[in-house]
């Protein structure tokens, strides 16, 4: 390892417009591969916050006509078609249905609301997302049973900070949302944020208090079968993949186009992850991410392709002694040649190595001459005293076909000269 250390160091050393340009692009691609993931991460990629995340699936439709684009576009459940459906799955431990609210909120009647965004979600929201509260606790199934019965809210922790001022005895104080009167219940902990990256809700409130807010004394717009503005997410049975619940929620729809064709004609239903969601509802986003991706695979291949080429260089160490009359080491000059002429002249003392860039698979031949030469010996050839000057033939071996022993050259027995 040192060694291929230490040929790295060299050989960057002898291309400092190579070595400049592929650490430049090391760096760009580096770079700009950690931008693009956590660009994905984020739009993506990133799991909600809750345990066991993967097992959390969507229940969506896809209703004809509606295509974004050419794409098809995810689209909710309405109430009455998540209730069927949570009263028929097998593929679900449980089920929950959820949407965004906003509304004027204030700790005290006589103050001026401030407006908050929020969540309105069944009682079995925090069940089936395996959540539980800081303090407190959260509502239960039988608080989501009839229209503006239960008058109860449950905060975030952005919340409590901010309107409450992290004060401990929250649970039970009155509020006020659209001029009704809530009573907390709970407080939420910080890990819990909601189930979308991208939205923090101020408050959990009971799917049906949504029609007291909206100044309806019955279900209201909740009771229409072709309002699909619900987010339905359930948590999946152990042993169940996501292919089974998508069939499911299939059939489903399917049997629902027959019951009432003049609502569910065109609609047809499935089971998707957040993330094949994300990527549904912003495809042209989800475009862009891969362009990205496949541009930074594109600058990195370019690198590897270019070191491929200095992979198929090697050195080539050429170390002589060399000695006049009087014993004394004399200076040699080493030359690289090749068929189209001399490649490399380098000059070394005695007893230093001559070191040259060479390719693999490629036959050199080196000659070595010096003035007053009484002998010249190397691992590849001897020179007698007699000779001022030697040629020998060296072939460099490809990587793969290295003998053991022999690091870079395919070395012959050769004679001596004398």
């Given at each position: ?128 997302m ?39 005895d929250?649970a039970?104080?009155?509020?006020w ?14 890990d ?8 923090r ?14 100044g ?8 229409k ?17 996501l ?28 089971a998707k ?48 002694r ?47 001459s010096?003035?007053?030469i ?45």
């Amino acid at each position: 390892m040192f060694k291929d250390l230490k040929f790295a160091i060299r050989a960057l050393k002898q291309n400092p417009g190579f070595a400049l340009v592929a650490i430049l692009s090391l760096a760009l691609a580096i770079g700009a591969n950690t931008t693009v993931y956590s660009l994905a991460e984020a739009l993506v990629l990133r799991p909600a916050p809750v345990p066991q995340p993967r097992s959390i699936v969507e229940v969506v439709t896809y209703v004809k006509g509606d295509e974004l684009a050419g794409f098809a576009s995810p689209s909710g459940l309405s109430f009455p078609e998540y209730q069927e459906f949570s009263r028929q799955t097998k593929s679900f431990e449980k089920l929950a249905a959820f949407k965004l609210v906003s509304s004027g909120f204030t700790s005290q009647k006589a103050d001026q609301p401030r407006l908050r965004y929020g969540v309105a979600a069944t009682g079995s929201f925090f069940r089936t997302m395996g959540v539980k509260p800081q303090s407190g606790r959260v509502f239960a199934e039988q608080e989501d049973e009839s229209p503006g019965r239960d008058a109860v809210i449950v905060i975030t922790q952005d919340m409590w900070k901010r309107d409450f001022a992290s004060q401990p005895d929250v649970a039970g104080r009155k509020v006020w949302l659209g001029g009704e009167e809530f009573t907390v219940i709970g407080v939420m902990g910080e890990d819990f944020t909601g189930t979308d990256q991208f939205f923090r809700p101020a408050f959990f409130i009971p799917m049906m208090m949504v029609p007291k807010l909206e100044g309806q004394t019955d279900l209201g717009p909740l009771a229409k079968r072709e309002s699909r503005g619900l987010t339905v997410q359930g948590r999946l049975r152990p042993g169940i993949g996501l292919k089974a619940a998508a069939a499911e929620a299939a059939g489903f729809f399917g049997q629902l186009a027959t019951a009432y064709p003049e609502v569910n004609k065109n609609v047809s239903g499935s089971a998707k992850t957040a993330a094949q969601i994300r990527m549904e509802q912003d495809p042209y986003d989800t475009m862009l991410i891969g362009f990205m991706l496949v541009l930074v695979l594109l600058v990195f291949s370019s690198f590897l392709v270019a070191q491929m080429g200095v992979r198929d260089n090697c050195e080539l160490h050429v170390r002589v002694r060399i000695s006049d009359e009087r014993g004394i080491e004399s200076t040699v000059q080493v030359q690289l040649l090749s068929p189209q002429g001399v490649v490399a002249t380098v000059h070394v003392n005695g007893g230093e190595p001559a070191q040259f860039q060479v390719e693999n698979g490629k036959t050199y031949r080196l000659k070595v001459s010096g003035n007053g030469i009484e002998t010249i010996t190397s691992p590849y050839f001897e020179i007698n005293p007699l000779e001022q000057s030697h040629t020998e033939t060296v072939h460099v071996k490809p990587e793969n076909e290295k003998a053991a022993g022999s690091r870079f050259l395919d070395r012959p027995s050769f004679p001596s000269a004398k």
